[in-house]
């Protein structure tokens, strides 16, 4: 199982307490692999991106419209997080469906 996000951000340090044996990567100092990226943007569409992250308000408006996989592979803190891949499942965020999915309370 792997864990895809950042090292400061307060959900994925919650979600990386709450489960066992689990690897993390670092996307901003590791990326993300392109088959992930594509695998989860085919799963979540643009829920992917996160429109409400710090990158997101640094870009220009013209930045904005490029196409979201090209964001993410330019920009990988853009992305929602964590995402969790796990036995080919992928799951997007720390939410009760994400904890329910990997069986944790």
Known sequence: MRLYG????????KALKEI???E???VRAQGVPDSVLIEAFDTF????????STTWRGL????????????LKEHPTLMKRPLIEDDGTLLLGWTAKTKASLGVA
Do not use: H, M
């Open 24 to 26: 993390f990567v670092d």
């Open 6 to 13: 950042l090292k400061n951000c307060n959900t994925c340090r």
């Open 45 to 52: 569409g643009e829920a992917l991106l996160n429109t409400r």
């Open 20 to 22: 066992e044996n689990i």
């Open 60 to 71: 220009n408006a013209e930045q904005r419209t490029r196409p979201p996989l090209e964001l």
